[in-house]
């Protein structure tokens, strides 16, 4: 229903294929920075419900949903210390206030924060109108590529220009892409984006 929610204000997309799709990815950064699995589990658990608060509201929804996490995973008797992790996680995501306070915390973030595509545009969206759906209307493929070696995140862009200029994007996202590097520094890495495989930072 946060889904439903969201939609009814306009947002795009934060349903079950982007809670999915979060922890997926939280997921496998962990895994490819070669952090146990117990870590880049907790990961992928926090991806998934970091969003849940927007049933409740969507302002300041990553302290509701940590709050509504806490309940699950008290009544699941996860161990406290796990327990912490999740909920940092899932209460620091968002920009205006988060701030990436470990491993688990920072992959959730990137993953998030990485997930701009055209499939988040609703039916009834108008991307001439609003910039948030023409941007993300005009990106065609997204990929947040891990290198180990290099320390480097680099998110991979794929924008279809003669929808929404590379310009747009970074109008509506630069305060994202700023809390990116920062997680990624939590995590000993460099973040790096790249629009139609040209470096633009």
């Known amino acids: 229903m946060a889904d439903e929610f969201l939609g009814a204000q306009g947002f795009t997309e934060h349903g079950f294929r982007h809670a999915n799709l979060v922890g997926h990815i939280a997921f496998n950064v962990l895994v490819h920075l070669g952090h146990e699995p117990r870590i880049a589990e907790l990961g992928a658990v926090a991806g998934y419900l970091h969003d849940i608060g927007n049933v409740v509201s969507r302002a300041y929804h990553g302290q509701t949903s940590a709050m509504l996490a806490y309940d699950l995973l008290k009544e699941l008797e996860v ?7 999740v909920l940092s996680a899932v209460g620091n995501h968002e920009e205006q206030y988060g701030v990436a306070v470990s491993p688990i915390g920072a992959a ?29 209307y005009a990106v065609q493929a997204s990929f947040l590529r891990v290198d180990p070696e290099a320390r480097t995140l680099t998110l991979e862009l794929t924008i279809d220009t003669a929808i929404s200029q590379v310009l747009e994007y ?12 920062r997680a990624a520094r939590t995590l000993g890495c460099d973040f790096k984006i790249t629009v139609n495989d040209v470096p633009v930072l």
């Open 170 to 181: 970074f109008e509506i996202f630069l305060e994202r892409m700023i809390m990116c590097r």
């Open 79 to 85: 161990d406290p210390r796990d327990m912490a992790y």
């Open 108 to 136: 959730v973030i990137l993953a998030d924060k990485s997930d701009v595509h055209r499939s988040r545009v609703r039916k009834d969206a108008s991307i001439e109108m609003d910039i948030h759906d023409r941007v993300n």
